[in-house]
């Protein structure tokens, strides 16, 4: 029974060590009342001192004009750096190997024109069937952009018949598979409409082994799952920061490029902010990279963005993303109860699509609603639950552990098990 559950979720707020954080955070409202918010995996909350942030770099524009550039504390010169503590956190990047740029596409279609070089036999890219639109686009458009076939030059990973996640073993036999032909392996690090959280580590040196590169797009990852980018070896990944990394709508993008790749003069696409930072006033012909993942900034940076980044990213210091992420694995483990509670006792007909072992996901359970789907979603809507719809039949409940807590899951339960016995 649903009510059986309730006194664990009293206990586990009251226990949760983290429970502070919550009030970082604004809480949007809704018919007078704040919402049950769930899509942190969409778009984050709005950490109370981002205004502040944003603000000082107003005043500093506003009093200094083009001196913030350099003679004012944080200069806008090399702002773009006071994000890389926070970036070298979440990613396990060195501080070479991150930094703050750009957007998530943009970023992405940088690193494939320095990561996807089909040569000889090796022209194919493998990604996920049903990657996020934006992936798979980008994907297209370079392999189109080198005169070649998108049909023949991209490899689709599906999941078995009758399963909805793709296993790990049948990746790295399908690998082994092209290894001949593969130019890149590029992924998902959780998949955006299952929650799977996939291997890195292993996928990446699978990849590696038969010659290819490898890259990640850390979109639902970053801020969701600690991670440790330079020791797994990862080629290059991306992410933006408007998701689980609060940072605000259209926030400032995100890049790791290995170490190793630094030296090498990679093809890349380039602008002056990119150029040595020594000598980038010198304003001299002939590009010549900055040492570091910085080479691949084109444009110099965005500040307001940026300051609201910080702000965010200066939260994720002091909660520490690897206790984030234990109380997360509680949080979605309570979900998967509380859905399971609800099916056994009014036969709610969901069938949650992300994997169970919590090794394989994150915050995110992807539900299929088998019975009356869009009625459920709308009802929700109208109890202050904010959530998020996937068409044909998928709602995705993201509970974050910054600012979800376990009895806000409670009320969620209670809130479906209703409006689906209304609907019955
Ligand atoms: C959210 C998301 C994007 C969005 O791309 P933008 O360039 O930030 O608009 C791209 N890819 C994935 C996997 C995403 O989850």
Known sequence: ??????????????????????NYFHFPQLNGKPVLYFTGNSLGLQPVKTADFVKKELEKWAEYGVEGHFKTDKPWFDYHKHAKNGLIHLTGGLASEVTAMNALSVNLQLLLVSFYRPKGKKTKIMIESGAFPSDQYAI??????????????????????KERTLRTEDILAKIQEHKNELALVMLGGVNYYTGQYFDIPTITQKAQSVGAFCGWDLAHTIGNLPLELHNWNVDFAVWCSYKYLNSGPGGVGGAFVHQKHHQSDMMRLAGWWGYEEKTRFQMKKGFLPEKSVDAWQLSNASILPLAAHLASLQIFMEADIYKLREKSEKLTKFLEQVIQTINQEIGAGIEIITPENPAERGAQLSLIMKKNGKKVFEGLQEQNIIADWREPDVIRIAPVPLYNSFVDILKFGEILKQVSINLN
């Open 140 to 161: 297209e458009t370079q392999v189109k952009w080198h005169g070649l076939d998108t049909e023949k030059n991209i490899i689709e990973l599906t999941p078995r018949p």
């Open 1 to 22: 029974m649903l009510n059986d559950l309730k006194p664990y979720a009293y206990t586990a707020d009251e226990e949760d060590a983290l429970k502070k954080f919550r």
